[in-house]
């Protein structure tokens, strides 16, 4: 009997003890997962909110491109509008300049005093001074209008000394303006050319003081140091003259380029002011050239800091990825762990070995 109850306190003394060992081994095993769990939830709390930082980072990236398209967009728009109303107001100044021709041709035609296409002399059309004096000028203004754009040249402009030529342009960049005068010298040439022999070197006297006459005029009326440039122009609306000139009257072309005035047709008044147009064009492209240099540098800063931010959101990427892998790891070890544990038999020598692995 008392042999029974010592080997049943024994036995229960057994089991205690197992129970206690198998006890403290889970113990043992929660305490180290635990620190682990927490760190996988700090990590993931971390990861989350990087993420955040990236999408908000885009998204702020998608606003600032968004506003750069759209400052872009609104500039060329002005720009195309104000070149679309440059070019409606050069038509119509063209047109109004075509009705001026139209109107001053039906003069001409009407001073024949036919309508059947009789030819006149020209002599006989412009006998009259005011009516020389308004062809030239007439033809002269169609040839600046037709190639100049508005607002850079005007007709009978007042200089500083009271003065008025026929016409001053203005070149951009410049404080000084180009005048251009037109003279119709006909009458001393048509007496030279119907003037005999014995009366050919008076009339030619005539045709020189004549032309030295319009070039001091031009001379001391319309260069002004500081308000115009040299030399001035001087428009002859006669082909034929220009070339009588050049030709018989070489003193009178030297002596009219000493005084700063040059003398032209109207093939050669083309051609200077084809050179001036050409100025100009040469400098709105300076300065649209400077616009554009501007706005390449602007976007260029902006995608400078757009590869910065491509950067910084790699370098965020790659982090998170290796802070993902090292999570991965970290389960992968956790998972091994808890099958560990869960494939423990419970035995003699086990809680020992079991306490020993955790």
């Known amino acids: 009997m008392e042999l029974s109850l010592i080997l049943v306190i024994f036995l229960a003394a057994a089991f205690t003890l197992l129970a206690f060992s198998v006890i403290r081994g889970r113990t043992r095993a929660t305490d180290v997962l635990a620190p682990r769990l927490d760190a996988l939830t700090t990590a993931q709390n971390e990861i989350a909110g990087r993420f955040a930082q990236a999408l908000d980072g885009q ?54 005093g036919t309508l059947s296409g009789q030819v006149v002399s020209l002599q006989e059309i412009f006998s009259n001074k005011q009516a020389r004096g308004l062809f030239g000028q007439t033809q002269m203004e169609a040839i600046v209008a037709d190639a100049l754009p508005p607002g850079s040249y005007e007709f009978q402009a007042t200089l500083s000394n009271g003065s008025r030529p026929d016409c ?90 000493r005084a700063q005035v ?14 001036v147009q050409t100025v100009m064009k040469d400098a709105r492209m300076r300065e649209q050239a400077n616009l554009i240099q501007k706005e390449v540098g602007v976007l260029l800063g902006d995608v400078k800091r757009l590869g910065e931010r491509v950067v910084n959101l790699q370098r965020h990427f790659n982090q998170t990825e290796g802070d993902i892998k090292d999570i991965a790891t970290s389960t992968e070890k956790i998972v091994k762990r808890a099958g560990a544990i869960e494939a423990v038999e419970l035995g003699s020598g086990e809680p020992a070995k079991l306490a020993k692995e955790a």
Do not use: C
């Open 59 to 112: 998204s702020a990236l998608q606003n600032m491109l968004a506003e750069r398209i759209e400052a872009l967009d609104r500039r060329l728009g002005e720009s195309l509008k104000d070149t679309a109303t440059k070019t409606a107001e050069t038509l119509g100044g063209i047109q109004t300049r075509l009705i001026v021709i139209d109107e001053a041709q039906k003069n001409i035609s009407a001073l024949s």
């Open 168 to 257: 001053v342009i203005r070149l951009p960049g410049s404080k000084t303006s180009i005048v251009i005068d037109s003279k119709f010298p006909l009458e001393s040439f048509t007496a030279l050319n119907a003037a005999g022999e014995a009366e050919r070197k008076t009339a030619a006297a005539a045709v020189r003081s004549d032309m030295l006459k319009h070039v001091k005029d031009i001379a001391e009326k319309y260069i002004l140091p500081g308000e115009t440039q040299t030399p001035a122009i001087m428009f002859v609306p006669s082909e034929s003259i220009y070339a009588e000139l050049h030709e018989n009257f070489p003193d009178v072309i030297q002596r009219s380029q």
């Open 262 to 275: 040059i003398v032209v047709s109207p093939n050669i008044l083309m051609l200077a002011i084809t050179t």
